[in-house]
Nanobody
Framework: QVQLVESGGGLVQPGGSLRLSCAAS????????MGWYRQAPGEQRELVAS???????NYADSVKGRFTISRDNAKNTVYLQMNSLKPEDTAVYYC?????????????WGQGTQVTVSS
């Protein structure tokens, strides 16, 4: 019954900024990593940024220095601050929560939010 709800996407000019949010609804337990993926038309889905339970972060080379991932464990929410946006950042962005319980491995995905960077 856990669902991830994304928000914050939209149309922005090159050089602009957007902040994506992804919040889990329902009870959640056992998540140890959160991340953001994106998929552009005709391309494979790629990992953009991730953050572990210890707040260790990792970024794709293409977004280093421009994007920042953060999490609020109390709110079961992960954020992606995107600055200095470029047209090549245009894609559908998906959040992802991963972890495990004694019964099963966990892998939850958001519905996706469109980010379009265009002048």
């Amino acid at each position: 019954q856990v669902q991830l709800v994304e928000s914050g996407g939209g149309l922005v000019q090159p050089g602009g900024s957007l902040r994506l949010s992804c919040a889990a609804s329902g009870s959640i337990f056992g998540i140890n990593a959160m991340g953001w993926y994106r998929q552009a038309p005709g391309e494979q889905r790629e990992l953009v940024a991730s953050i572990t339970s210890g707040s260790r972060t990792n970024y794709a080379d293409s977004v280093k220095g421009r994007f920042t991932i953060s999490r609020d464990n109390a709110k079961n929410t992960v954020y992606l601050q995107m600055n200095s946006l470029k047209p090549e950042d245009t894609a559908v962005y998906y959040c992802n929560f991963r972890g495990a319980t004694p019964w099963r491995r966990l892998d939850y995905w958001g519905q996706g939010t469109q980010v379009t960077v265009s002048s």
